[in-house]
């Protein structure tokens, strides 16, 4: 197998070893020796020590991603303890959140597949796709992490969504091309559709709404929580900034960056307990509240019925949108490989819906 870094995908440099889930956070969370269950192969649990949770970097790689680590921890003990957070302290915590989501993949895609060959690694999907982050409290002070939605076959075929349980927090991240764009009022593609390597082909650009457009995303949303939203385009393209009027205006206010490379919104933040709900003005500081907790056992079930739903919905999305030619038997088994998966993602959502009947009976 060949060897490669987990953030740039060359093969290391100065060879590191990269914490998928960072030390700090093992040790803020328990017993850094501690194991988990990080899925099954074969019918075999795989069981992990966090801290030998490790993968190839390159130092250089790992060390620039470490200067981030050491500003989350600030950022992570400001959320749980419910104290005033920046708007560039949240951006970079959607960073955080997005090196974890595809280094759970690469993590898990590497254990279950020793020839496994990524096409894109850590950093090509840091700050590079439209995101949004939910988060919730818990009414305990258990500690642990918890890790949802990363071990299923349809994560492996797109790692656009999971959960993080950390301590008696709980985020929801998901994250895809043009995901949000189009109701966050910014430009998003009429027509596009992806190849057999997921890349995006774009046919025609819409240049935007201007206006925020409810609900801002598709399918189910446990409420209430902190919602966080943020549209990005990033790559070439050929898209110009309004000249003047209501689409200037509104691209100046609500934008961090619009040039050739990059189109990138400021975080749209809605949260009812506070309430507070728009664009967040960049040099604001925002205490999110969680004035209502959550049972652990009942938003545990009901936040890994939310991950599987949303990631079947994004892989039908791809799917409808696949363009690749392939012959009639290729497809037969395309088609019924991917119904396997989605079906193992919906028996998972139904257990979950009855077992929850069943309490609120009993109740």
Not at 284 to 309: H, S, Y
Request: proline share 4%; aromatic share 14%; net charge positive.
């Amino acid at each position: 197998m060949r060897k490669f870094c987990v953030f740039c995908g060359e093969k290391p440099v100065d060879k590191n070893k990269e914490h998928i889930i960072p030390q700090w956070l093992i040790k803020y969370t328990g017993n850094p020796k501690r194991i988990t269950l990080l899925g099954k192969k074969e019918g075999k649990e795989i069981k992990f020590s966090w801290l030998n949770f490790v993968f190839p970097a390159c130092e250089e790689c790992n060390s620039n991603f470490g200067k981030i680590e050491n500003k989350i921890q600030t950022i992570l003990i400001k959320i749980d303890n419910e104290k005033s957070v920046t708007h560039n302290e949240i951006n970079l915590f959607l960073d955080w959140l997005d090196k974890i989501r595809i280094g759970m993949w690469l993590g898990h895609a590497l254990l279950q597949n020793k020839d496994f060959e990524p096409n894109f690694f850590i950093n090509d999907r840091v700050a590079s796709k439209d995101r949004l982050c939910l988060i919730y409290k818990l009414n305990d002070s258990e500690q642990g992490i918890g890790i949802i939605g990363t071990d299923t076959p349809v994560f492996q075929q797109t790692p656009s969504c999971f959960s993080i349980i950390i301590n008696n927090m709980i985020f929801f991240n998901y994250s895809k091309e043009f995901l949000l764009s189009k109701n966050l009022g910014f430009p998003y593609p009429d027509k596009y559709t992806y190849d057999s390597s997921s890349q995006v082909k774009i046919n025609k650009f819409a240049q935007g709404t201007y206006k925020v457009t409810f609900p801002i995303i598709d399918g189910k949303i446990i409420k209430p929580t902190v919602k966080l939203y943020q549209s990005i385009l990033k790559g070439s393209h050929t898209l110009k900034k309004p000249f003047a009027g209501r689409g200037r205006k509104y691209c100046d206010s609500n934008c961090l960056y619009y040039n050739n490379n990059i189109i990138q919104s400021r975080i749209y933040l809605s949260d009812e307990q506070i309430d507070f709900h728009g664009f967040w003005p960049q040099k604001k500081l925002i205490n999110f509240k969680f004035k209502e907790k959550f049972e652990r056992e009942l938003l545990f079930r009901a936040i890994v019925q939310m991950t599987l739903a949303h990631q079947n919905h994004s892989l039908l999305e791809t799917l409808n949108k696949f363009d690749e030619k392939m012959e009639t038997e290729e497809k037969i088994i395309f088609d019924k490989y991917h119904k396997e998966i989605l079906e193992l993602n919906n028996k998972k959502i139904f257990e979950i819906e009855k077992v929850m009947k069943e309490f609120y009976l009993i109740i």
